[in-house]
């Protein structure tokens, strides 16, 4: 696209079905690694990945063409086929369906990179459901609490 010139950055969350804390210490960078190479063969750039055993952040820049759903739709699958390969839990490994996605700017970028590598000290004081309603909260999204995390 010549002549295109842009900066599109999205704070993308997602859980564990269930939230079950079923991202061990011993194997989440193996799978940091491993999303990280699906957004590169999708031509996007991760900034950023970190998480506590029951979900995980992403900063991620992404080109104009692409399509934020099926980004997260491929991550998630893929991922948790991997998963389940490795056999890294007993069981069936499942993402909770959804996600959420927040805009950023540029000044915003290293406040969310910083928030993001400080996800571990950030949930000894809130749990990951109260920081996914501030954020909905924060970015004026319109939600209904019941239909948080209904798949569980």
Avoid at 62 to 71: A, E, I, W
Wanted: glycine share 6%; charged share 25%.
């Amino acid at each position: 696209m010549a002549n295109t010139y842009t900066q599109l950055y999205f704070h993308i969350v997602f859980a564990v079905k269930g939230r079950q804390n079923h991202i061990a210490t011993k194997w989440k960078d193996e799978l940091y690694k491993y999303i990280s190479g699906i957004i590169a063969n999708k031509d996007q750039k991760l900034f950023i990945i970190n998480g506590i055993p029951n979900h995980i952040h992403l900063l991620i820049g992404t080109k104009p063409n692409c399509n934020l759903s099926d980004l997260v739709r491929d991550i998630k699958a893929n991922s948790s086929k991997w998963i389940n390969e490795k056999r890294f839990i007993k069981g069936k490994f499942e993402w909770q369906t959804g996600f959420g996605a927040f805009t950023l700017g540029q000044s915003q970028i290293p406040k969310i990179v910083n928030y993001i590598k400080n996800q571990e000290e950030h949930h000894k004081v809130q749990t990951f459901k109260e920081e996914y309603i501030d954020f909905l909260k924060a970015c004026e999204i319109d939600f209904k609490n019941e239909y948080i995390f209904t798949d569980e």
